[in-house]
Nanobody
Framework: QVQLVESGGGLVQAGGSLRLSCRVS????????MGWFRQGPGKEREFVAA????????YLADSAKDRFTISRDNAKNTVYLQMNSLKPEDTAVYYC?????????????????WGQGTQVTVSS
């Protein structure tokens, strides 16, 4: 059983930065592709970023390009989402997701394991 625990959320002013972490337990991280999704108030959960099992494949939503970076440290069983130049519209609960062989990195239904989420609030 794969367990995912996110951390690093909080309240930040517009233009600020946060680094989210997702620690994986129960299985070896290197066996899983990882994704970050977010769900804002009254919105559907949407794709933010993903990283392949090898770490070579990196995928970002248009809204995240040039501002967010996804990375993984398999030795620490942890995936990170570095978020810079944050905007009020980035306010959401951010979820970490994992799957061994997602047929699409962009679709939430392709991931079998999810964390509980961490709240990110960006004030204007």
């Amino acid at each position: 059983q794969v367990q995912l625990v996110e951390s690093g959320g909080g309240l930040v002013q517009a233009g600020g930065s946060l680094r989210l972490s997702c620690r994986v337990s129960g299985r070896t991280l290197s066996n899983y592709a990882m994704g970050w999704f977010r769900q804002g108030p009254g919105k559907e959960r949407e794709f933010v970023a993903a990283i392949s099992r090898s770490g070579v494949g990196l995928y970002l939503a248009d809204s995240a390009k040039d501002r967010f970076t996804i990375s993984r440290d398999n030795a620490k069983n942890t995936v990170y989402l570095q978020m810079n130049s944050l905007k009020p519209e980035d306010t959401a609960v951010y979820y970490c997701a994992a799957d061994q062989y997602p047929s699409s990195y962009y679709l939430r239904e392709k991931y079998g394991y999810w964390g509980q989420g961490t709240q990110v609030t960006v004030s204007s």
